[in-house]
């Protein structure tokens, strides 16, 4: 079974530049969440995604958006980067087991350098 | 979900047993213990999750106190790839009809260093 799936791996924008990064999640699985994981905070969840709809949001700023795709794919967009963007971005997909706890897969991220 | 608490960092030599704790004191009946643990420049990875009774897996094994107020990681037999970063992370289920499922708060998690 193929895994948690993020493009580009790497990557270089300028401030003020645009970025878009893409999620394939485990076949089967509905639920698509974001984190960013930056030396100083930490992990911290962006936003999460089932059934083509943002179910819960993170303390980002607008900048910071996303979108889901009738396939589960997803795709998160950060506008107008900022230096402080510079992160890695992870992408994890899961499946709620029948006893309600659900486990979550992560993708190896995409790691952004803003100049 | 409730708060964790773990030691900022850990030693253990290869071929030992590695004992990871996690305080939870202010955990609700409904939350499980999850751990997750992430090797250097890599994803989170999922290693075993439990609500009351002690679970064990392929990884590792989880013991949870009989209150539930703390836990502990067991690596049974350490190897020098389990070093990584070990988060302890309470969280509720979501049963039936709930739609979040992926939202989990990482503390600063346990550095552990497994030496040869």
């Known amino acids: 079974k193929a895994g948690v799936t993020q493009t580009p791996r790497y990557l270089i924008k300028t401030r003020g530049q645009q970025v878009t990064l893409s999620c394939s999640p485990i076949?089967?699985?509905?639920?698509v969440s974001w984190y960013q994981q930056t030396p100083g905070q930490g992990l911290q969840f962006l936003f999460e995604?089932?059934?083509?709809?943002?179910?819960n949001k993170g303390n980002f700023p607008g900048r910071f958006s996303g979108r889901q795709f009738s396939n589960s794919r997803s795709e998160m967009n950060v506008s107008t980067l900022e230096l402080g963007d510079s992160a890695l971005y992870l992408c994890?997909?899961?499946?709620?087991?029948?006893?309600?706890?659900?486990?979550?897969?992560f993708g190896a991220g995409s790691r952004l350098t803003v100049l | 979900d409730a708060k964790t608490t773990q030691p900022t960092s850990m030693d253990c030599a290869e071929g030992r047993a590695a004992n990871l704790p996690c305080n939870h004191s202010t955990i609700s009946g409904n939350e499980y213990v999850y751990w997750y643990r992430q090797i250097h420049s890599q994803g989170p990875q999922y290693i075993i999750h439990g609500l009351k009774n002690n679970e064990t897996n392929e990884m590792a094994s989880l013991i949870i106190t009989e209150d539930r107020k703390s836990s502990t990681l067991i690596l049974p037999h350490a190897t020098l790839r389990d070093t990584a970063v070990y988060y302890c992370i309470v969280r509720v289920a979501h049963n039936a009809g709930g739609t979040s499922y992926g939202k989990l708060t990482f503390g600063q998690g346990t550095i552990l260093t497994v030496h040869p």
């Open positions: 076949s089967g699985h509905r639920s």
């Open positions: 994890a997909s899961s499946l709620k087991d029948a006893s309600g706890a659900n486990v979550l897969t």
């Open positions: 995604y089932f059934s083509e709809t943002q179910r």
